[in-house]
Structures are given as structure tokens and as C-alpha cells.
């Protein structure tokens, strides 16, 4: 493990995000436990590597375990670094480290459906602020980072679908909430 430390939400500047970028698949063809195995597996071959090219820094390739880091290289002057902080059952969690453009820590879901039988959903949820004014600036305010993040987890979200077999059920659904100080907005696209 590299002596990188952790960038924590409290750290960053601007408003504080959370993100969920989710997708419903019905009738995958593979359990849902081997579908997440591969996804913890192969974090690369779900990113874009033209948008967001993980690379693994620390830890075994094709095997992930608490403390494993991947070096991110994001589309534009933004390059980054994670560690994974938790990893249970049916979810892992990746903190940024210093210097990575947010501040703040992403969560991977694969779980069935709450009401659809048959059907799992998988989500991407992030909770992060930018790393400083200036990434504040570019992200929030000239939109730039935003499209490129949002691209690269509609893709993440959309090749997880194709791997499991099933029917995709409808586009990707992306939700943002954005708290700056005591307001809160919510926009949802999908």
C-alpha cells in the first residue's frame, strides 16, 4: 500500500455530490455472485479507457482485496488515485487519495432487485466534493469533469449489463443531489 493519504469529503471545496448511476438487468444469464466476481475482478475492462483508464498500483491483478490502489488517468488534466476501503458481498468502495480531482469515496452495488423478480440492478454511488477551487470551477461550474464522470459510469453501468447476459430494462439512470451549504438540489436524467 502506497503512504498516499486519503482525501476525504470534508477536505475538498465547493458543494458536496452524491451521485447514483444505476441499471436493471432482467434474466442474466450467470448468478448474480459470479457476475460480481468478475466486475471486482476486471474493474478495467468496465471503464472507458479513453475516458477513465484504471490502472492496478497496488494489489494482485485480477483479484481484489482491501488496500489494493488503482491509478486512474481521466480524460483532460485530471489524473487520480483510489483504494479500496471495503469490500463485502455484494459491494465494494473505493476512497480517493490526495491529489485525485474529488474528495470523497464511491460505492459498486450488484443486489436483485427490490420488486422485479428475476431482475438485478447494479449502482455506482459516489459521495465526493472537488478537490479545490479550481476543480470546483471546472467540474460544477464549466460542466467539464461532469460529462466525462457521468459517460464513464453510464458505460461502466452499461457493460455490466451486456456481461450479465440479460435484458437491459431501459437507459441508465443517473440522479445527482448537490448540498451547498443548507440547500439541496436533485436533477435526474435517464
Known sequence: MSNKPEQPAHTGSGPHF???????????????AALFQHIKDNIPDYSPDLLADFEKSEGQEHQLSVDDEFSIKILGPWNGDVRVSEIGDDYFELVTLESHPE??????TLCPHATLPDTLRFEIHSWARSRDGLVAFTYDTLGVGRRVQQQTWETFCQRVAERSGGLQLGPVHVETVKQADSTTEVTQDA
Do not use: L, T
Open 18 to 32: 452524491e451521485r447514483r448511476y444505476w441499471v436493471d438487468v432482467q434474466h442474466p444469464r450467470q448468478p448474480a
Open 103 to 108: 474528495a470523497g469515496r464511491i460505492r459498486f
